[in-house]
């Protein structure tokens, strides 16, 4: 590793950032941060793999706010995936739900990645565990989930419930929640990450059981909402329906009239349809037509 001094604006995020969910551009922790280096000055240099951002992401951005021309960074080499969990280890200020689940996204880079060792190692020593290249991958695969654990120091039943709650996000994440403010993912990033004030104006995250337990709920009102929706529709659908076969009910009155009350149903049947669907009024005039010719 080396310190070097990168251009702010050479630098980008590595994409496997990208999964790692961010705190909210308002929230206090992250103006303070902007404070503090507004004052003091970086005191922990960006890591990165050449114009890479690969921890620092708070900081870079705090740093861009601030209109900094330059900003210490660490050069590191090794895989990405690992430095990055590492850097999660550390983060100590968040829960370990939070731990966890900024973790389970690296989960498949990290077997990737010891895959790419497993083979580069074979390769040297094909021999080793007789030669069983798929046995020896298939262990990696298999124990990732809890090496990972470990390695942030989390346990392997948060790593299952992220995995959890991720499946969840992934089906209705995008959907707005009940308070119509923010989607489902945006309220289990606010929950998880920076928590909820308390009637005495505390702030604690949620576990992540707990937000799994929510997002059930939540998830069973959209879900009551929706099928509602389709009982509407169809309610509607029906009337509609029924109103089409109701009207040759009607025409026993036509029979009955006379010829003055007949032309004033024919004059006033303008002002009703003019508003009327377009593809209505097409089908229908396709029909009546049918209806006519068959009549001459």
């Avoid at 990055?84 to 389970?104: C, E, N, P, T």
């Avoid at 010891?114 to 124990?143: C, D, F, M, W």
């Avoid at 308390?198 to 604690?204: A, W």
């Avoid at 209505?280 to 009546?288: F, K, N, T, Y």
Wanted: charge should be neutral; aromatic fraction near 6%.
């Amino acid at each position: 590793m080396k310190l070097v001094e990168r251009k702010t604006h050479e630098l980008n995020f590595h994409p496997l950032l990208q999964r790692i969910p961010e705190l909210p551009y308002d929230c206090e922790e992250r103006q303070a941060l902007k404070e503090s280096l507004r004052s003091h000055g970086l005191k922990q240099p960006l890591l990165v793999q050449g114009r890479e951002i690969i921890d620092g992401r708070h900081r870079y951005d705090a740093a861009m706010s601030l209109n900094w021309q330059t900003i210490a960074c660490v050069e590191v080499e090794g895989p990405v995936v690992d430095v990055i969990l590492d850097s999660v280890a550390q983060r100590r200020h968040f829960s370990k739900g939070a731990l966890a689940w900024m973790a389970y996204p690296l989960l498949e880079s990290y077997i990737q990645a010891g895959v790419e060792r497993r083979i580069e190692h074979l390769k040297q020593y094909p021999n080793e565990n007789g030669g069983s290249t798929v046995g020896a991958l298939s262990a990696t695969t298999g124990k990732a989930s809890e090496i990972v654990a470990k390695k942030i120091g989390v346990s392997a039943r948060l790593m299952r419930q992220a995995g959890e709650l991720e499946d969840i996000l992934a089906k209705n994440g995008e959907t707005m929640s009940t308070n119509g403010q923010e989607t489902f993912r945006e309220w289990a990033e606010r929950v998880v990450f920076i928590g909820e004030e308390d009637e005495s104006g505390n702030r604690k995250s949620m576990g992540l059981g707990r937000v799994i337990a929510g997002l059930a709920g939540k998830e069973s009102v959209i879900k009551g909402i929706q099928q509602k929706g389709l009982r509407k529709r169809s309610q509607r659908h029906e009337q509609i329906i029924k109103h089409f076969q109701g009207t040759h009910q009607h025409f026993t009155y036509w029979i009955e009239m006379e010829p003055e009350a007949r032309i004033e149903v024919l004059n006033a049947i303008p002002e009703q349809v003019v508003n009327w669907p377009n593809e209505l009024l097409v089908r229908l005039d396709s029909e009546i037509k049918k209806v006519l010719r068959a009549r001459v």
